[in-house]
Antibody
Framework: QVQLVESGGGVVQPGRSLRLSCAAS????????MHWVRQGPGKGLEWVAV????????YLADSVKGRFSISRDNSKNTVFLQMNSLSPEDTAVYYC??????????????WGQGTQVTVSS | QSVLTQPPSVSAAPGQKVTISCSGS????????VSWYQQLPGTAPKLLIY???KRPSGIPDRFSGSKSGTSATLDITGLQTGDEADYYC???????????FGGGTKLTVL
């Protein structure tokens, strides 16, 4: 069965960095686009980033552009979210999600359980 | 302010039908597939509808989706107390080159 397991969350001070990982299993990882989606406390879903199946194309939300980056290692079935210059507004549960397709986003077919990121001094 | 507009809340009695709307523009809903997600309290979202009106395996046919122009709709019939959740619509925005979500709709089954 498809499994997505996020890790790397925690409490971090404003301005610091954090790297999230999402380990995938149960499917051919290299054949699917992957996303990060976040949800602030009491808020709705906010899409963060997508990476094409082969890593050739990446898109980021305006709210994180220039601070966050997405990458993947198809040999290790893992997708990453590097988060720099964190601010309290980045406090959220971060979900990893698998797309139904390889590139231009279609829908989030599978989701991880999420990892909590708290930015606070 | 979300790019896609959903009503903040809807409610209906058990056994009844509810409709959740999702309004966008030509750059998102008008030219891309819409998907719908259910988020039960304290859990990760789950895909309910993809490609406007298709259900993943295991999703009951009480859930149905449709799209017309720049709006989409999620219908839930035969409401059950277990359907109480937040529902989100989402799609790709070709102008922004981002995924956009609606603000979410909280369903209460009275």
């Amino acid at each position: 069965q498809v499994q997505l397991v996020e890790s790397g969350g925690g409490v971090v001070q404003p301005g610091r960095s954090l790297r999230l990982s999402c380990a995938a299993s149960g499917f051919t990882f290299r054949s699917y686009a992957m996303h990060w989606v976040r949800q602030g406390p009491g808020k709705g879903l906010e899409w963060v980033a997508v990476i094409w199946f082969d890593g050739s194309v990446k898109y980021l939300a305006d709210s994180v552009k220039g601070r966050f980056s997405i990458s993947r290692d198809n040999s290790k079935n893992t997708v990453f979210l590097q988060m720099n210059s964190l601010s309290p507004e980045d406090t959220a549960v971060y979900y990893c999600a698998r797309d139904r397709g390889t590139g231009t986003p279609k829908s989030f077919e599978y989701w991880g359980q999420g990892t909590q990121v708290t930015v606070s001094s | 302010q979300s790019v896609l507009t959903q009503p903040p809340s809807v409610s209906a009695a058990p056994g009844q039908k509810v409709t959740i709307s999702c309004s966008g523009s030509s750059s998102n809903i008008g030219n891309n597939y819409v998907s719908w997600y259910q988020q039960l309290p304290g859990t990760a979202p789950k895909l309910l509808i993809y490609d406007n009106n298709k259900r993943p395996s295991g999703i009951p046919d009480r859930f149905s989706g449709s799209k017309s122009g720049t709006s989409a709709t999620l219908d839930i019939t035969g409401l059950q107390t277990g359907d109480e959740a937040d529902y989100y619509c989402g799609t790709w925005d070709s102008s922004l080159s981002t995924v956009v979500f609606g603000g979410g709709t909280k369903l209460t089954v009275l």
